[in-house]
């Protein structure tokens, strides 16, 4: 995932599309904090452009859970809460499980390669303790065998339930992670692929997620006790 804290258009891309995708690089790194309101005129002076497409954006991105309109009041970053993700995590458990069933008999050695590449991206950034890379590496190799399922509904579902997840992670600096344990997870997962081990496949991939999913409630939790003490 491309980075920058400044809009330089690129075209054929439609300008919707990159002010979107700008916007949600924004949120997810941080550089717009929950609850900032997102102002149409200084953004629409900021890029250059009319306000018609930052509208459009803004639409867009309220339907992917990133913002929030209110009417009279704005556009704001939406706030995280405990609850959003009690709801995700296991709906993305569950479907992330299937999606790797489905891709056990469609996956070729091309894409295992791949995945092993992520992997080893994964490792090298865990080591160095960057945290955005390996995000944006522990994606990749998701994406992978997401998509390799060839299932375009169940597709296109997790795209969304993921953007969202991948927010919810970078927005707490999730850095707590196990990186030992998802280590050796992605590990076992390309093993079973190897495998074809279709029934412990899903059940693996499921477990890893409701893995985080505890972690991530714990840390949340843990932030709201400090805030209570103080």
């Not at 995708?21 to 200084?42: V, W, Y």
């Not at 509208?55 to 309220?62: A, G, K, Q, V, Y």
């Not at 190799?141 to 169940?154: D, G, P, R, V």
């Amino acid at each position: 995932m491309e980075s920058s804290n400044e809009f330089i258009p690129v075209y054929p891309a439609s300008l919707v599309t990159q002010i979107t995708q700008f916007l949600t690089n924004a949120i997810i790194e941080g550089r717009l904090k929950e609850g900032e309101r997102l102002i149409e005129n200084e953004l629409q002076r900021k890029f250059g452009i009319s306000r018609a497409p930052i509208r459009e954006s803004f639409r867009i991105l309220e339907k992917n859970g990133l913002v929030i309109t209110i009417p009279r009041k704005g556009t704001f970053v939406r706030k995280i809460t405990q609850k959003d993700i009690e709801e995700i995590f296991p709906i993305i458990a569950l479907l992330e499980g299937l999606a790797a069933r489905l891709a056990v008999s469609q996956l070729e050695n091309d894409d295992i390669e791949e995945m092993k590449l992520a992997l080893t991206k994964m490792t090298d950034a865990a080591e160095k303790k960057d945290f955005e890379s390996y995000i944006n590496y522990h994606t990749e190799y998701h994406e992978i065998f997401i998509y390799a399922s060839k299932n375009e509904t169940l597709i296109g579902l997790l795209e969304n339930l993921r953007r969202q997840n991948i927010w919810f992670r970078s927005a707490y600096r999730y850095v707590q992670e196990s990186f030992e344990y998802t280590l050796r997870v992605h590990r076992e997962i390309i093993d079973l692929f190897i495998k074809k081990d279709a029934e412990r496949l899903e059940a693996l991939v499921n477990e890893h997620i409701i893995f985080a999913f505890h972690r991530l409630v714990h840390f949340l939790g843990s932030k709201n006790e400090e805030k209570m003490e103080r």
